[in-house]
């Protein structure tokens, strides 16, 4: 399927009243995080605290609708209600899922140099233990760990692949691309742009602005050595898969993530287990991973001509 020719979802329900009338489907590590933050600012644009909502992505999200719908309670009335989750953007079933439930929602991609944003994904999932159940205790390096999850790190950054699946449900004129740079090195306008796409007033964000340190949400951080470096693993799947999962499974997704971010569990966690920062990729090496893109980016190009700059010279 192309990337401009939009077909109908066939589905059995209706749209939610008063859901999303925004999506922001991407791209992981692009600076999502930061421009939830800033663009909840504005006063005709409703941001959950919560951000990454990740409704779409429920295999028995018909069974839980009201869940979904209650994050939007109280903002009916705002013009823009936004789901900023970026897995959705390669997510099988969020597509057809969007189109059943926001049919006139836009969508907002922010794109990254997929190199980037690999590397930094993956020193994130080392954090993270790569989502698996048993403790990696030796942990891959970026190459091996693009081969062995494939899924987790190389999927979510070929981006024009995934576009062509939310392209077949909704129009391109509903798609915007940003290039995440810009975030950075022109927020205003950048921001300017965003607001004329959702059709809202434009907006003096000084003052957002200057409560948010970098586009970067989360700085990279690395694992530190010796027995904290082999520590954090099995602290951090026996406690997501222990009380954390228990509190999840008995006062729901909310909640818990709420009582994530009132304990700063991320923010210590790091603080005592990890070290600012990540090693930088030599000119070999980021050519080598550029190689894995380089068809998609060429793809991708015709959606968003600044792709280009992100060939090696």
């Not at 919560?50 to 429920?58: C, G, P, R, S, T």
């Not at 390096?141 to 081969?147: G, K, N, P, Q, V």
């Not at 026996?238 to 304990?263: C, H, M, N, T």
């Not at 990890?274 to 893109?293: I, V």
Request: hydrophobic share 40%.
């Amino acid at each position: 399927m192309s990337l401009s020719q939009p077909s109908t979802a066939d589905s059995a329900s209706g749209p939610l009243v008063g859901g999303p009338t925004l999506l922001c489907i991407g791209a992981a590590k692009a600076g999502t995080t930061w421009l939830a933050e800033v663009l909840g600012a504005h006063p005709q644009v409703f941001v959950h605290p919560q951000k990454e909502l990740n409704a779409l992505l429920y295999r028995d999200l018909e069974a839980r609708i009201g869940e979904y719908r209650a994050y939007f309670d109280g903002a009916e009335d705002t013009p823009v209600r936004c789901d900023f989750s970026v897995r959705y953007l390669n997510a099988d079933l969020a597509p057809a899922a969007a189109a059943r439930l926001a049919p006139d929602a836009k969508l907002l991609m922010l794109l990254r140099n997929p190199v980037d944003q690999v590397q930094s994904h993956y020193w994130h999932l080392r954090r993270q233990n790569f989502h698996q159940v048993e403790p990696v205790l030796d942990p891959p390096d970026i190459f091996e760990a693009l081969d062995r999850y494939p899924e987790l790190i190389l999927e979510p950054a070929l981006y024009a692949r995934h576009l062509d699946r939310w392209l077949a449900h909704f129009p391109r004129e509903r798609l915007l691309l940003i290039d995440s740079r810009d975030l950075r090195g022109r927020p205003n306008e950048a921001l300017a742009e965003i607001c004329d796409f959702l059709e809202v007033d434009r907006f003096d964000f000084s003052a957002a602005l200057g409560q948010t340190s970098s586009t970067d949400a989360r700085g990279g951080v690395q694992p530190r050595g010796g027995v904290l470096g082999k520590l954090f693993p099995k602290l951090y799947v026996g406690i997501s898969r222990g009380p954390y999962r228990w509190f999840k499974s008995a006062f729901g997704v909310e909640r818990a993530d709420g009582l994530k971010r009132l304990l700063r569990l991320r923010q210590v966690s790091e603080k005592v287990f990890f070290k600012p920062g990540y090693p930088a990729l030599d000119a070999a090496d980021r050519r080598r991973l550029y190689d894995r893109f380089a068809a998609d980016i060429d793809r991708l190009e015709a959606l968003a001509p600044f792709v280009s700059s992100w060939r090696p010279s």
